[in-house]
């Protein structure tokens, strides 16, 4: 068995859908889930991030290798994952692994620099976003360009909250739709992501989605959407 390349993912290879939902794995998805299947029609093409949801899902974005590892065989629809993030070599080398090769796809980004210090989104020529998309949730959203989609529905991207139950030992939270919770000292270095991906996904992914010829972005009133106000944003909540 010879080298198995997967297929890389471009605007022609994804083709045009007029509506797209993307699902991040935040708590808000389990609230809503019933308005994004009223929204949906039989042709939304849905993206989902690193895990099985309440949705049957078209694609399903990685990021991190380790939860790959762990999902992988449990996921609905076309793996994508970011190269150069998540290394593919050693799958594409064992015969064992010939199914997994046929539901990958790539999506490609470079690893520098962070998302903090660019100026704005760019895909080039070659459908390489040219900065580390730094979560699953980024790389679906500009996934969904690809789709030259009309109307784009945004689900689950709720992100961290601050438990100040115990004033001394603050702690940074992330909640999950499956009922897990992730809990991390209140550091310098997890404030600043916080307040860094925050900013990214407000300045420069929601004008990137807005400037791509999408019509409509609707959001959840269940979703925090990291503490973003959604009055500042051109969308529509439901």
């Not at 042709?43 to 290798?65: D, E, G, L, Q, S």
């Not at 692994?97 to 539901?103: A, I, Q, S």
């Not at 000292?185 to 997890?190: G, N, R, S, V």
């Not at 404030?191 to 925050?198: N, P, S």
Request: glycine fraction near 6%.
């Amino acid at each position: 068995m010879g080298k198995v390349t997967p297929p890389i993912l471009n605007y022609e290879t994804m083709g045009q859908r007029d509506r797209v939902l993307v699902i991040a794995a935040g708590p808000s998805t389990n609230e809503a889930i019933r308005k994004a299947k009223k929204w949906m029609d039989d042709r939304t093409r849905v993206i989902v991030t690193n895990y099985r949801f309440p949705i049957k899902a078209n694609y399903t974005f990685f990021v991190k290798t380790k939860i790959f590892k762990q999902q992988h065989q449990k996921v609905d629809g076309k793996l994508v994952i970011a190269s150069p993030l998540i290394k593919v070599g050693k799958y594409a080398k064992m015969k064992s692994k010939r199914w997994l090769m046929k539901r990958l796809r790539i999506f490609r980004c470079q690893k520098a620099p962070r998302v903090w210090n660019v100026d704005k989104i760019t895909i080039d020529d070659n459908c390489i976003v040219r900065h580390d998309i730094a979560s699953s949730g980024f790389g679906a959203l500009l996934l969904a360009t690809y789709s030259r989609p009309k109307h784009l529905m945004l689900l689950g991207f709720d992100g961290p909250t601050i438990d100040d139950t115990d004033k001394r030992k603050r702690k940074f939270v992330l909640d999950h739709f499956t009922g897990k919770t992730q809990t991390r000292p209140l550091d310098d270095l997890h404030k600043r992501i916080a307040i860094q991906y925050k900013k990214y996904l407000r300045d420069k992914i929601m004008p990137f989605l807005s400037q791509s010829g999408i019509e409509n972005i609707y959001l959840c009133k269940e979703d925090r959407f990291r503490g973003i106000n959604k009055k500042d944003l051109e969308v529509t909540v439901i």
